[in-house]
């Protein structure tokens, strides 16, 4: 029996759209409810295997049933943008899939899918509709299915006349008559006021299944108002249900030949699919392309001995460790594939060949790795050199798109259309359930990431190439990594005694400030517990309640920065927590991870995390360190060289954001400032106060300072308000007089923004892109949010690629200078040495000269040095 599927367009399309978030691929197109139809298409192909197949869509927003009812449809909202010009995609999809659409002028989808479906039923022909509209289930007969879209487009409730009998009792043609009593609010059908479903139900069971049978004895109701609104709306319950009737019988032009449905062809499917960025779609489509974009079968041969034999010019070398922490995690296996095959071997075979250490450490060989940083620690820890490192595939990716989450080696591959690769969490397991499966299998698992690594080299490069990224690439990122792996092998010695005393001074400080508030509030409490904190703030000090959650009052930081100053125990209770979280995160943590032979911490940093190109760190986290309390600077004390003699050493650039500031907005007033060597902030206050450097007061200067590092980050006057406590009209006073002072500035913001809107990313000095798509959301928080994201990124990306140069460029120089010195840390614009105390003052003139000439700008970079036995002290 031929099977025939008809979709319900614009039903199906606003349910994927409202289904799921607001996606956008590359080019900052909306492709939610294009994502959410082509699932559904794809489901259907699979799943009914139809072989005619239509796609129906309204004509426009008239059609005769306006003639009868002009407020057919009204009070709709209107359709958002984000949809709307999602539309043309989806004809597009079906056209790419080979699908008749089709759509009838002063007619709707439902009229065409139910003239279509009875034709079929007359010829005997199965009929699948799909829809997100309950009034195509008086279609339903023993020849036509109505499936409802539940959750989004793929969970589906059936509709057959039986279900539609236990669900209500009805026929599917009193579906109709239900609808007449109780109208449709989304359709703006009447109906009777006051009628509901459970009512309509009730009156057609009892009076003759029909709405005109109800009428016929609506003087028999019971219930005196029931009874009323029946007799007072008679004609709106007729009209009602000739509005909710699907004409069946339309004069549409297209006949059950045209819905044939021979299957799509790869070719026509595939380009689509990738310009929408539907990569999850590709994966899972059985088509031709997929064997293609597929890894091949290949031959893996485990190997006792690494051989001359399996030298090649370019080999991908793929490590695999237990867990995330490769300094400390155990080998699971090895993994190379070059020309001369694919090989699998362990750890005693990587420790034991001297060939294999020849080869690693030999930058002749090229090497292609997934994680160089990971790769060269891991190396290490067997004593093997890894150099020769010519292209790191997972850097790369995110070079490409660093708004794409990195979580795992198939997370990267798949987005290149590399899909034999099983996610590690498949292979190995989740959680406590996580283990190392037999050889062969994590054999296989290792050479197609050997496979995938090789292989994405090639297309890899010439996305790199065609976005103007090879260079970012190849001169920063890739040495950075060589860079940061000799950093996280070095490690910082940390001082674990004074930990300990910190510890126990920290204690007595937060028992004390708990002391304070129990007497500020007037009895004992738990501090650390919202509800009972809430009941001391709100309703025995009797303090406004700012916020509520379900659980009663928030006592959230928020909530307690907007109550300080209305009570003594709030900056008390502030304190106490920050206190706590010093004693907790970072004084506990550190003697967590704190090597008990070395007295050294491995810090990791992860260089493929931050959209704006920032480097951060993890195990332990040092730059997140809180230095606005004493208590939490005082953690840097802990921080020591670690050798005997020796001290650390600081550089940081100053204010290196706003001199990038100045350089790409090429303001004449801010490159003067920076030239002439002016305290940035105390310009900044001469100039929109109009005032003598003499003149700026301490006032004028902080409030000079908020704007310039408010400018950087967008900030609008509200927020310059919050920051400073004026109000709004005088921060936007402030903001407008600092834009007349650096007009450029300004220029820059507008320009910027536009030219996001344009091409859908920004980019840094060296080409590094975030890409914002959000920048044309009609919605204004959205839309405000990745404006200030396209102001700042090039700015603060651009001082984050400054310094990743500057690290390469001061390894390279004390290799070349023969000095002792190390690199330990990087810090936000700062960088930490530990150094023998004679190379100290080398230092003090090598180090500035390095980072000073990092990149060439149109205003000087500056740099501030300093030394001590500590971190705390180098500053």
Known sequence: MSKLVLIDGNSIAYRAFYALPLLTNEKGIFTNAIYGFAMMINNVIENEKP??????????????????????????????????????????????????????????????????AKKAEREDMETIIITGDRDLTQL????????????????????????????????????????????????????????????????????????????DHADEISGKKLKEKVIDNKEMAILSKELATINTDSPIETSLADTKYAGFQTEKVVPFLKEMDFKSILKNLDTEENVQVELEEVEIETITSFTEDHYADKTAIYIELENENYHTAGFVGFAVHSSKGTFFFNEETAKSSETFKNWLSDEKYKKIVYDAKKTKVAASRLGILSEGLTFDIMLASYLLNPSETIDDFASVVTRHDYTRVQTDEAVYGKGAKRSIPDEDVVAKHLAYKAVATFELENPLTRELESNEQLELMNELELPLSIVLADMEMQGVRVDT????????????????????????????????????????LFEKLNLPVIKKTKTGYSTAADVLEALSGQHDIINEILVYRQLGKIQSTYIEGLLKVTDKETHKVHTRFNQTLAQTGRLSSVDPNLQNIPIRLEEGR???????????????????????????????????NLIYAFQHDYDIHTKTAMDVFHVSEGEVDSLMRRQAKAVNFGIVYGISDYGLSQNLGITRKEAKDFIDRYFESYPEVQEYMHSIVRFAKEKGYVETILHRRRYIPEITSRNFNVRSFAERTAMNTPIQGSAADIIKKAMILMQERLEKEKLEARLLLQVHDELIFEAPEHEIERLEKIVPDVMENAAELDVPLKVDTAFGNTWYDAK
Request: charged share 25%.
């Open 51 to 116: 072989d005619h197949l239509l796609v129906a869509f309204d004509a426009g927003k008239t059609t005769f049933r306006h003639k009868t009812f002009t407020e057919y449809k009204g009070g709709r909202q209107k359709t958002p943008s984000e949809l709307s010009e999602q539309f043309p995609f989806i004809r597009e999809l079906l056209n790419v899939y080979d699908i008749p659409q089709y759509e009838l002028s002063n007619y709707e989808a439902d009229d065409i899918i139910g003239t279509l």
């Open 634 to 668: 005082k953690i840097r004390q802990a921080f020591v060289p670690s050798e005997e003699g020796w001290k650390i050493f600081s550089a940081d650039y100053s204010q290196v954001e706003l001199r990038v500031l100045a350089h790409i907005s090429h303001d004449e």
């Open 497 to 536: 005694n004074r930990l300990l005393e910190m510890k126990s001074e920290l204690a007595e400080r937060i028992a004390t400030l708990e002391k304070s508030i129990h007497a500020l509030a007037g009895y004992e409490f738990n501090i650390n517990s919202p509800k009972q904190l809430g009941v001391v």
């Open 140 to 215: 339903a007969s023993d020849k036509i299915t109505v499936y409802i879209t539940k959750k989004g487009i793929t969970e589906m409730e059936k509709n057959t006349p039986d279900t539609l009998q236990e669900k209500y009792g009805l026929t599917p043609a009193q579906i109709v008559d239900m609808k007449g009593l109780m109208g449709d609010s989304s359709d703006n059908i009447p109906g009777i006021p006051g009628v509901g479903e459970k009512t309509a139900l009730k009156l057609l069971h009892e009076y003759g299944g029909t709405v005109e049978s109800v009428l």
